[in-house]
């Protein structure tokens, strides 16, 4: 038996997310398709978290187990040719048969993607989200430090998913711009539903000056949805890089 | 009457071209039928030139004359709302009436993107054609010199559709490497028949050194199609500007 390590990157646009669903197209259920014609086995593909309907990958992380001898150039081979061309396999590695690719996760990096004009780039249109409001990057910048270290972010997860432990720790957040994109990347140690969006959206009204980037602790104390901004679109967040 | 001048970017993956075409949905169409609705007129669209099925542009240039008395922000806005997101009007000019974006064109610049590595990047797979050949830059790039300036390019255009006149100039030519992309950017004062695809195709014949970078002159010599390396794929071509 070996533990096979896959770094899997696409482009989400056209599947139900990263998961198994029952009504849709996951990149999860195409992988272990493949797979199984690949190697003879049925294996179940561990990712090292969702991600949902729209969202992209340049770097997610996936194993799983398997009888088959395969050499892995040879089946990182077989799974490019036999998957469709928005899902690649970057990497493919054998680990000791204990790791687990959800459970061994220590962060994760992800990149919110904002075009901030008044036109949408044909280029980028599948991968980023629009906002015509001109954005302060400052206040942005301003109001993501207080986001940093080790807090309840409740205000910052769709209500209908709640999770009991909605504590998490973001290690890192930058807010870059070039040209007419905003880029904004948080690592943390985990995310609860729609977290990153959640943030972007609220990281925009301040952007926007409609609110204070103050006002962002404020949202964090009161522990309540209602108070954050709009959950940003799929197209523009983008899983950038798992730690172990 | 008014003489307007748009540039122009699409996303040309899901087009038959630029130019209006019997079986197919072209670029000119589309925008024609979108203006015809925003302006009542029924105005003929002309580009600097056509590109080809699945070609792209950063920035094609187009004009027409029209009636309307819509302020030119206005004008856009309308057109960018209704067309189709993958073409967008990034910028509108009123321009002397004798403007004419095909015949006062002085050079086209346009970029092609070879993805030179054993799988194909999910991000760019509908702007890059793939070569998994190692290509070896600094050959390419000593071979491109020879096509610099003035010569008969016969040999570098597509058979069934010549013309009289195969003589054009090359103004520029560059070749950049960033990463596992590398980028071509030919710049002349026109080009024939699928002819930066097929310089492509032949630098990279030299680039996997099949042939020698110095054969480009006796290719450009026997002003013979059969010679020249392979049509690259219309994906990785893109018309980045046209000068006036």
């Known amino acids: 038996m070996r533990n096979i390590k896959l770094t899997i990157a696409y482009d989400g646009t056209n599947y139900s997310g990263w998961q198994f669903q029952k009504n849709g197209k996951s990149i999860q259920e195409i992988i272990e398709k493949r797979l199984k014609k690949i190697t003879g086995d049925k294996a179940r593909i561990v990712g090292s978290g969702r991600t949902d309907a729209g969202v992209h990958a340049k770097a997610q992380v996936a194993n799983f187990k398997t009888h088959s001898k395969i050499p892995l150039k040879n089946l990182q081979m077989a799974l490019n040719t036999a998957l469709p061309c928005d899902i690649r396999i970057l990497d493919i590695e054998e680990m000791d048969m204990r790791f687990n690719s959800q459970h061994n996760a220590k962060t994760k990096l992800y990149r919110y993607t ?48 709640e999770e009991h432990d909605s504590i998490r720790t973001i290690k890192y ?56 901004g709009p959950t940003m679109p799929a197209k523009g967040l983008c899983l950038m890089k798992v730690r172990y």
């Not at 990057?137 to 910052?156: P, Q, T, V, W």
């Not at 103050?214 to 522990?223: Q, V, W």
């Open 114 to 161: 904002i075009m901030n004009n008044d036109f949408v780039d044909p280029f980028i249109r599948r991968f980023a989200a629009r906002c015509f409001y001109k954005l302060d990057i400052n206040l942005m910048r301003e109001a993501s430090k207080y986001l940093l270290g080790r807090h309840d972010f409740r205000s910052f997860q769709t209500k209908d998913s």
């Open 173 to 228: 957040i930058k807010i870059e711009k070039e040209a007419d994109l905003v880029y904004i990347y948080i690592e943390a140690d985990g995310f609860l539903y729609n977290m990153v969006r959640n943030i972007v959206g609220t990281l925009i009204e301040i952007g926007r000056k409609k609110i204070n980037a103050s006002y962002i602790r404020d949202i964090l104390a009161k522990r309540d949805r209602s108070t954050c």
